[in-house]
């Protein structure tokens, strides 16, 4: 769990400096809708750092701890792949990205996936204990 709460902390350190970033450097560079993109990863960034977080002082109360590690990494995975390629995806035209958008596109829904797995995850564990 030291590594988790290691990957907490980096996590939530960069939603804040993401999401600061977002909201007073990139609002006058992006579209809405590409604003909006970029405050949905955010969000999800968030959210997802407070369920790692979650998970961590689940696993002080619990006898078993399977489910709740993997619960962690999914979710810090999915923030990975979801948060970050929307991040990527939104600020794409600034960052010149080109075709390779096209390559980040399909990433999205793989971390929402993963954000997924770990809400399961978390599930089981419940069932478990």
Same mark, same amino acid.
């Given at each position: 769990? #030291? #590594?988790?709460?290691?990957?907490?902390?980096? @996590?939530?350190?960069?939603? +804040?400096?993401?999401?600061?970033?977002?909201?007073?450097?990139?609002? /006058?560079?992006? $579209?809405? &809708?590409?604003?909006?993109?970029?405050? *949905?990863? &955010?969000?999800?960034?968030?959210?997802?750092?407070?369920?790692?977080?979650? +998970?961590?002082?689940?696993?002080?109360? &619990?006898? *078993?701890?399977?489910?709740?590690?993997?619960?962690?990494?999914?979710?810090?995975?999915?923030?990975?792949?979801? &948060? !970050? $390629?929307?991040?990527?995806?939104?600020?794409?035209?600034?960052?010149? %990205?080109? @075709?390779? $958008?096209?390559?980040?596109?399909? +990433?999205?829904?793989? !971390?929402? %996936?993963?954000?997924?797995?770990?809400?399961?995850?978390?599930?089981?564990?419940?069932? @478990? /204990?």
């Amino acid at each position: 769990m #030291k #590594k988790l709460l290691i990957l907490a902390g980096i @996590s939530g350190t960069m939603a +804040v400096i993401l999401g600061a970033f977002g909201a007073h450097a990139l609002a /006058e560079h992006l $579209s809405d &809708s590409q604003l909006n993109t970029y405050n *949905t990863a &955010s969000k999800y960034h968030f959210y997802h750092t407070l369920a790692i977080l979650a +998970v961590i002082l689940l696993q002080k109360n &619990s006898t *078993t701890n399977q489910h709740l590690i993997k619960a962690g990494y999914a979710f810090f995975i999915g923030i990975i792949l979801f &948060s !970050g $390629s929307l991040y990527l995806l939104a600020c794409k035209d600034m960052l010149t %990205l080109g @075709s390779w $958008s096209k390559i980040i596109g399909p +990433v999205t829904p793989i !971390g929402g %996936l993963a954000f997924i797995l770990g809400w399961i995850m978390l599930a089981l564990h419940g069932r @478990s /204990e």
